[in-house]
């Protein structure tokens, strides 16, 4: 069983620049999250959805940041303007609806200069 | 709202030597707690669940008992190999199928021969 898959791996930006990130969750799971992970930091969730709904977005910053999930399946990640700040490692992971273990993609690290 | 500390943010020791790293939470209702285990440039990976059938959980030599009444999911291994060089993080989520993750702020395990 192929597992959370993400895309890229890592980029680099200035500041005030667009990054996407791509996430494409274990067949089957219809639970997909999005998390931060600072340097050196637990991960902190962004948004989750289930299937293609928005379940929790309330620490996404709505300004910057907006992720969606248009088919239920495969999900994006944006920054709009990126910021230091946002340097981090950005973490996707799905579960599935009668599940509870969380399974994690290998994330994209991200430094923004 | 729900929240996991881990007192120790690097542990030392060395090989054969027993380990234990502390987890408390605090949660409104009654969660299930996880152990996340971190290599070097790798995503989390899911070392124990407090849910196992009656069973004490139990993975590569770690075990983990959850303790309601002090609020505690600590881990423990009776002797540490090289190889456990590692972040670990203790992590909680409501009892509902497809809930989000909380992380605490994770332990540096470092085993030295």
């Known amino acids: 069983e192929a597992g959370v898959t993400q895309s890229p791996r890592y980029a680099v930006l200035q500041e005030g620049q667009a990054v996407s990130f791509w996430c494409d969750p274990i067949s089957g799971h219809d639970t997909l999250y999005w998390y931060q992970q600072p340097r050196d930091q637990g991960p902190q969730l962004l948004v989750y959805?289930?299937?293609?709904?928005?379940?929790?977005n309330s620490q996404l910053p709505s300004d910057r940041f907006s992720a969606v999930r248009p088919k239920g399946t495969n999900s994006t990640l944006k920054i709009q303007s990126a910021k230091q700040g946002d340097t981090a490692t950005y973490l996707c992971a799905s579960s599935s609806d009668w599940g509870y273990e969380q399974y994690f993609g290998p994330g994209t690290r991200l430094t923004v200069l | 709202g729900d929240s996991v500390t881990q007192t120790e943010g690097l542990v030392t020791l060395t090989e054969g030597l027993p380990v234990m790293l502390n987890c408390t939470y605090q949660?409104?209702?009654?969660?299930?707690l996880f152990w996340y285990v971190q290599h070097l440039n790798e995503a989390p990976k899911l070392l124990l669940k407090?849910?196992?059938?009656?069973k004490r959980p139990e993975h590569q030599g770690f075990h983990a008992t959850l303790h309601k009444s002090s609020s505690s999911f600590h881990l423990q291994k009776s002797s540490a190999q090289l190889s456990d060089s590692a972040l670990y993080y203790c992590a909680l989520s409501d009892n509902n199928a497809g809930a989000k993750l909380t992380f605490g702020g994770g332990t540096r395990l470092t085993v030295r021969p």
């Open positions: 407090s849910f196992t059938d009656n």
């Open positions: 959805f289930r299937d293609e709904a928005v379940i929790d």
């Open positions: 949660s409104t209702y009654s969660p299930f």
